[in-house]
């Protein structure tokens, strides 16, 4: 898609984001030329999906935005992935959040991070399952070096928005229960929930952060 293509639809949708939802632009499989358009429409944070892909783009753009990973993430990847990310949005497990952690402290850095929930409980899928996020969260606020800042979930596949609206609303509800709990409550900021087909779904269910690729970009 041209630039001017991705311009007028980064506009088009920032401006009918409510106040206080913030867009991430996924990036996968998109063009340093296309992701240079969408910031200057307006961006200001990129998701990549994998640590490899995301280096050249971080290697081409540097501070021009955020950057988030939106992916799975490998343990094996996560040294690398805390060097290159400001936030990572998938931690689903102890160890994964242990081995950021670790990562974290040999960089002298805070890593920020979201807990992935897997909504649909597909076994299939990664994510911790609903009934787990809480165990975790009180864990990970045990690790110095991450700082937890709320959670995330993809919910399963479905071209139909409005069948997403259950998982958006089972983790929405996760959220407000850890918002109730001492423990979590200062932590819980960002509620990354909804993609290109999703996302009105997933703001009226309770989403501040929006992960959208196609409605920008075009197909891949």
Avoid: C
Wanted: no cysteine.
């Amino acid at each position: 898609m041209d630039r001017t293509r991705i311009k007028d639809n980064v506009s088009r949708i920032l401006a009918s984001l409510p106040h206080g939802v913030t867009l991430v632009a996924a990036g996968k499989t998109r063009s340093v030329d296309e992701l240079k358009a969408a910031v200057d429409a307006g961006v200001s944070i990129i998701g990549h999906n994998y640590v490899q892909e995301a280096q050249t783009s971080i290697d081409a753009m540097g501070n021009m935005v955020r950057w988030h990973f939106i992916g799975h993430l490998q343990r094996n990847k996560a040294k690398k992935a805390v060097e290159l990310f400001d936030m990572i949005e998938t931690v689903d497990s102890a160890r994964l959040a242990e081995a950021l952690d670790k990562a974290a402290q040999q960089s002298v850095k805070v890593q920020d991070v979201l807990i992935e929930v897997n909504s649909g409980k597909e076994p299939n899928k990664a994510g911790v399952m609903p009934e787990d996020t809480q165990e975790l969260a009180h864990h990970m606020l045990s690790l110095k070096n991450i700082r937890l800042l709320g959670l995330m979930t993809m919910g399963p596949w479905s071209d139909d928005a409005e069948s997403m609206r259950p998982y958006f609303r089972l983790t929405r509800e996760i959220f407000k229960s850890l918002v109730k709990d001492a423990r979590t409550k200062d932590a819980m900021r960002y509620l990354s929930m909804g993609m290109s087909d999703s996302y009105k779904v997933a703001i009226e269910e309770g989403a501040n952060l929006v992960r959208i690729g196609t409605a920008l970009f075009g197909p891949r």
